[in-house]
């Protein structure tokens, strides 16, 4: 089985957003909720470089480890999903992500959290494959369609890459020798304890 | 006449195109000949290395979620090994420790007995509003206890006994106890605070009193005035941690308000420790109140005690009380049971 990684190629990201507005539209996110954004670092200044962020679905995923019940599960891609059905909105994997990745809506006590949501990698969640009840609360299973998370796929610059670990690697690494630099697979050594040897 | 006028057009089509050529040229010459985009690019790598424990490597981002602009925040790794493994050796320690504690005191030191009997003569010790206020505290104490052990202790310990679901329902409505009964706790501290604060003020008899070991071991009486050395440690406990845990508490309940991704980090570790620390002081609390201490029980129970019990026990406030309401007004109860 493929080890799914995402890599966004800072390089190549010229933040147009247009990853954020399709897995909005993909999964018929609600207001408030961002499975995916692009951030901006040394915004303005020589040298910045846009990121687009997901959860990174984590080797060893800290998110998994401090669920108090246990909502969590990785799936054969070593796709890191959630059952919405578990979580009681805690709100301690956000604390654990070191990617900023759960997400809440504010419902429930006091307006503060509700059942956490987070990117699926367009993997859906427990309920059967593809079913309405998946949809509603996980958005659509690609995967078990057989496609990529759309975030990458209509990458206008191909910056974000989703798929097998290796193959994206190996695709950054060609890049990166051809073209003469690199600023890095960002999230790599965080999420994989592994980072790409360019 | 029409071909001769399309090669007019062609050649002064052609002049415009290298004259447009020629000037732009020297423009085009003003550039690198070899321009590297990532001269002054940053890399993650550097980022990572420059960061300091527990920061973040962040930037801009478009959307309203301002926190969402930390990148990646390698600290969230860091909080899980304490969730996971430090609060959970605390905690272990901390309660299992003092029940192991309480178990072996009573099986050595046995109950405090009231030596010299049941006078059956009784003095109030604690009014109505005072117990209620301490029975409302306390009572919530209790559910919060077990609710917050749940959330760092009910994974493995409940979870592989009643199944996913079933702990994850239980799970829930522990969170919705856990949140609403917290305000009535804290009212509770905060008139604890306010109604008791006269008496718990430290002095040199509490001094005389902790040198003595309280009179815990063995048969001493040190006297004592309204609350003893130990009660005032009971109290400021309450007072301090009730803060800390009811502070750090809404800092969770109501997330990001005040602080960000670092500060909640430390408001769970706070709530955490200062939790399982709280819980294991009132096991403590509770043993000496109940089981631990012969006629203990009824001061925050009926609200009096025995005279005889104060004698031992708060012999400095029995003498302000009786000097205040004369001998002749501490009630006189009948007999119910036989002096033991």
Redesign the interface.
Known sequence: MARMKFLCDADRCIECNACVTACKNEHEVPWGINRRRVVTINDGKPGERSISMACMHCTDAPCAAVCPVNCFYTTADAVVLHSKDLCIGCGYCFYACPFGAPQYPRVGNFGSRGKMDKCTFCAGGPEADGSHEEFEKYGTNRLAAGKLPLCAEMCSTKSLLAGDGDIIAQIYKERVTKRGYGSGAWGWQTAYRETIAT | MARLLAQARFIIGAFVVALILAVAAPVSAQQPSHV??????????Q??NALSPGGS?????????Q???????????D??RF??VTLRWIGAISVLGMLIVLVAFYLIRGQVKLESGFSGRRIVRFNAFERFVHWMTATCFIILAISGL???F??PLL?PLIG??A??GW??WA??AH??LSFPFAIGVVLIFLMWIAGNIPNKVDVEWLKRGGGIVGHDHPPAYRFNGGQKMIYWIVVIGGAAVAISGYL????FYVTG?EG??LA?VVHGVIGALFVAAMLGHIYIGTIGMEGAFEAMGEGTVDVNWAKEHHALWLEQEMARTGPNESQRQPMATPAE
Not at chain 2, 37 to 45: I, L, R, S, T
Not at chain 2, 252 to 255: G, I, N, Y
């Open positions: 590297s985009p990532n001269a002054a690019a940053v890399k993650e790598q980022l990572l490597v962040g930037g801009r981002v478009s959307i309203p979620d926190k969402s602009g930390n990148l990646i925040h390698p600290a969230g790794r909080w899980t969730h996971e749940n959330i760092t009910g994974k979870m996913e679901p702990f994850a799970s829930q969170k919705y949140n609403y969770l309940m109501f997330p991704i909640q980090q769970q």
